[in-house]
């Protein structure tokens, strides 16, 4: 999925005089080429994140649609007054592009993780949130966001899913339909869904638009029977659209994802899914 | 044993950790390895007196992504065992890239740059009012200084004359995947931290003990910060400055190099 976020924004680069890209000190070889030939639009300035996103502020204030690639911890919260009222309040667009998605950077420890992403920026009204679960699905998602007017978080992951599916910005997919159960599967849990409810009479929605949530198609293809949310993020988070869904009746929910603590394990991923009940013992 | 010898010994055992493990901040440790031994072998009081009283001097790695050079010192002073820092980043260690609360000595979990120094500076300011005889020692690194946070505690820390705080500046000159001078530049660095008001003090070579001694010799009225200039992956040939290093550790025949290359012959 990185690569496929470095060709996209490469080719927004050299393709959209308008745009600028700011690195905070990752990518770099990766991007060589953009930030050798458009050093005036494309720049690794260093870390500080909070400082960069007001600079990108400044410039969407100028015309230019800005695009800032990092941590996730360090654009979400370190410069999560910016994204407030730098963007969001100024109504300006921009885009922040993070990797290290949950416990993606297992070794690096919970400074590092950041299954928090969702339920901070959901606090910004306004803001969009996408979580492709696929290299292609990140390209059709980023082309349809990178300049639609909002501020947009983006959430990679090293984890995705084996087959890319056909998504749109703000619609979930409907992967299958079934009668005893809704399952929800959100960005990166949709193999291990599969893989659980395989043969299950279950309706399952596939998100990879967080923010705004699409409501419509839930309710369309609610059939009445429990709601199974699995997010690679805390657990629950979505928990409130899903209510919010259904205003007029009551639902029952179970919520799996990441463990609401203080995660002070390192670990692989794999090891950290487990102990948050999200697959099968690792040893 | 001289430090010398020492700072080679633990740079062995930092490499085998991360060797092991397949991954870890090695040009990183390497870069600020003698500053770090000479802090815990000389500079430091961390005498078991001072350990029971309370009064032991306190050690901030606000770049804690060098924090695995220090498992190394933790066994060989008796804080932990060999043994269990070997479990250097398995599943359930205490033991990972960044040290975290939990390690004997580690009075700050930390992993976020520009965070450590802001708390250095409060448990300095801490230790004045009670009249504490400990002082604080904080590694920054350069491309920690980056951040914002650094200049704003380091602001705090000269209105309140903090001179029992000592921050070193390991200058390796680089930081995450870039130069610190192809970024913003970051100098001149000295003439900045002296407009913060700290007492400044370079060491033209931070890997040499008798020069980074000089350089803690003598108490200042002041916050003191020592710019020490440093390599990053210093002592191997390829992970010298070289920014496709950061955060990875040799494996295979580039491993057993790098052991020869550091004193090992193994």
Same mark, same amino acid.
């Given at each position: 999925?990185?690569?496929?976020?470095?060709?996209?924004?490469?080719?927004?680069?050299?393709?959209?005089?308008?745009?600028?890209?700011?690195?905070?000190?990752?990518?770099?070889?990766?991007?060589?080429?953009?930030?050798?030939?458009?050093?005036?639009?494309?720049?690794?300035?260093?870390?500080?994140?909070?400082? #960069?996103?007001?600079?990108?502020?400044?410039?969407?204030?100028?015309?230019?649609?800005?695009?800032?690639?990092?941590?996730?911890?360090?654009?979400?919260?370190?410069?999560?007054?910016?994204?407030?009222?730098?963007?969001?309040?100024?109504?300006?667009?921009?885009?922040?592009?993070?990797?290290?998605?949950?416990?993606?950077?297992?070794?690096?420890?919970?400074?590092?993780? %950041?299954?928090?992403?969702?339920?901070?920026?959901?606090?910004?009204?306004?803001?969009?949130?996408?979580?492709?679960?696929?290299?292609?699905?990140?390209?059709?998602?980023?082309?349809?966001?990178?300049?639609?007017?909002?501020?947009?978080? %983006?959430?990679?992951?090293?984890?995705?899913?084996?087959?890319?599916?056909?998504?749109?910005?703000?619609?979930?997919?409907?992967?299958?339909?079934?009668?005893?159960?809704?399952?929800?599967?959100?960005?990166? #849990?949709?193999?291990?869904?599969?893989?659980?409810?395989?043969?299950?009479?279950?309706?399952?929605?596939?998100?990879?638009?967080? #923010?705004?949530?699409?409501?419509?198609?839930?309710?369309?293809?609610?059939?009445?029977?429990?709601?199974?949310?699995?997010?690679?993020?805390?657990?629950?988070?979505?928990?409130?659209?899903?209510?919010?869904?259904?205003?007029?009746?009551?639902?029952?929910?179970?919520?799996?994802?990441?463990?609401?603590?203080?995660?002070?394990?390192?670990?692989?991923?794999?090891?950290?899914?487990?102990?948050?009940?999200?697959?099968?013992?690792? !040893? | 044993?001289?430090?010398?010898?020492?700072?080679?010994?633990?740079?062995?055992? %930092?490499?085998?950790? %991360?060797?092991?493990?397949?991954?870890?901040?090695?040009?990183?440790?390497?870069?600020?390895?003698?500053?770090?031994?000479?802090?815990?072998?000389?500079?430091? !009081?961390?005498?078991?007196?001072?350990?029971?009283?309370?009064?032991?001097?306190?050690?901030?790695?606000?770049? !804690?992504?060098?924090?695995?050079?220090?498992?190394?010192?933790?066994?060989?002073?008796?804080?932990?065992?060999?043994?269990?820092?070997?479990?250097?980043?398995?599943?359930?260690?205490?033991?990972?890239?960044?040290?975290?609360?939990?390690?004997?000595?580690?009075?700050?979990?930390?992993?976020?740059?520009?965070?450590?120094?802001?708390?250095?500076?409060?448990?300095?300011?801490?230790?004045?009012?009670?009249?504490?005889?400990?002082?604080?020692?904080?590694?920054?690194?350069?491309?920690?200084?980056?951040?914002?946070?650094?200049?704003?505690?380091?602001?705090?820390?000269?209105?309140?004359?903090?001179?029992?705080?000592?921050?070193?500046?390991?200058?390796?000159?680089?930081?995450?995947?870039?130069?610190?001078?192809? #970024?913003?530049?970051?100098?001149?660095?000295?003439?900045?931290?002296?407009?913060?008001?700290?007492?400044?003090?370079?060491?033209?070579?931070?890997?040499?003990?008798?020069?980074?001694?000089?350089?803690?010799?003598?108490?200042?009225?002041?916050?003191?910060?020592?710019?020490? !200039?440093?390599?990053?992956?210093?002592?191997?040939?390829?992970?010298?400055?070289?920014?496709?290093?950061?955060?990875?550790?040799?494996?295979?025949?580039?491993?057993?190099?790098?052991?020869?290359?550091?004193?090992?012959?193994?």
């Amino acid at each position: 999925m990185r690569r496929a976020m470095i060709k996209s924004v490469s080719d927004m680069i050299r393709d959209e005089g308008d745009t600028s890209l700011f690195l905070v000190d990752i990518g770099v070889w990766a991007f060589r080429d953009i930030l050798r030939d458009y050093p005036d639009r494309a720049m690794n300035i260093g870390i500080f994140e909070d400082g #960069m996103v007001s600079l990108a502020a400044g410039m969407a204030l100028g015309g230019i649609i800005p695009t800032v690639y990092g941590i996730s911890p360090f654009i979400v919260e370190r410069a999560l007054e910016q994204l407030k009222l730098d963007f969001a309040y100024q109504k300006l667009q921009g885009n922040f592009i993070t990797t290290g998605a949950s416990y993606d950077f297992s070794t690096l420890g919970y400074s590092h993780y %950041c299954p928090e992403d969702l339920g901070v920026i959901s606090m910004i009204p306004g803001f969009e949130f996408i979580a492709p679960g696929t290299a292609s699905e990140f390209s059709r998602l980023f082309e349809q966001t990178h300049r639609d007017g909002h501020p947009t978080y %983006c959430r990679l992951s090293d984890h995705v899913n084996k087959a890319g599916r056909e998504v749109g910005f703000g619609k979930a997919a409907v992967v299958q339909t079934g009668s005893r159960a809704t399952v929800i599967a959100v960005s990166t #849990m949709l193999d291990m869904v599969l893989e659980a409810y395989a043969g299950e009479d279950v309706s399952i929605l596939y998100y990879t638009t967080l #923010m705004p949530f699409d409501r419509k198609t839930l309710r369309e293809h609610y059939n009445g029977g429990r709601i199974f949310l699995y997010e690679p993020h805390y657990e629950g988070t979505l928990a409130h659209e899903i209510y919010k869904t259904f205003p007029d009746r009551p639902v029952q929910l179970s919520c799996v994802g990441v463990k609401r603590e203080i995660l002070r394990n390192y670990g692989s991923k794999e090891q950290n899914d487990a102990y948050s009940g999200m697959l099968p013992e690792v !040893n | 044993m001289n430090l010398n010898d020492k700072v080679k010994q633990l740079k062995l055992e %930092c490499l085998e950790l %991360c060797v092991h493990a397949g991954v870890g901040h090695v040009t990183s440790a390497f870069s600020c390895a003698e500053i770090v031994t000479l802090l815990y072998y000389e500079i430091m !009081n961390i005498s078991k007196e001072a350990r029971v009283s309370g009064d032991y001097d306190r050690f901030i790695m606000s770049k !804690n992504h060098g924090s695995v050079i220090t498992y190394p010192i933790l066994a060989d002073l008796g804080y932990v065992s060999y043994d269990e820092i070997r479990t250097f980043l398995d599943n359930g260690s205490r033991f990972g890239i960044h040290s975290k609360l939990g390690i004997p000595s580690v009075d700050f979990a930390g992993g976020a740059l520009g965070i450590g120094i802001g708390v250095a500076c409060g448990m300095a300011y801490a230790a004045k009012q009670d009249n504490k005889p400990y002082k604080i020692f904080c590694l920054v690194g350069d491309g920690e200084c980056y951040e914002g946070s650094v200049w704003e505690a380091a602001m705090f820390a000269a209105q309140n004359n903090l001179n029992n705080l000592i921050i070193i500046i390991d200058r390796n000159k680089m930081a995450i995947t870039d130069y610190t001078e192809n #970024m913003v530049a970051l100098e001149p660095l000295m003439d900045k931290w002296k407009a913060f008001g700290f007492e400044v003090r370079e060491v033209v070579d931070g890997h040499d003990f008798s020069q980074l001694r000089q350089a803690f010799a003598n108490d200042s009225s002041k916050p003191i910060c020592i710019i020490a !200039n440093t390599i990053k992956g210093h002592g191997v040939d390829f992970l010298e400055n070289n920014l496709l290093m950061h955060g990875c550790a040799p494996t295979g025949e580039k491993a057993e190099l790098a052991l020869r290359q550091i004193g090992g012959d193994k």
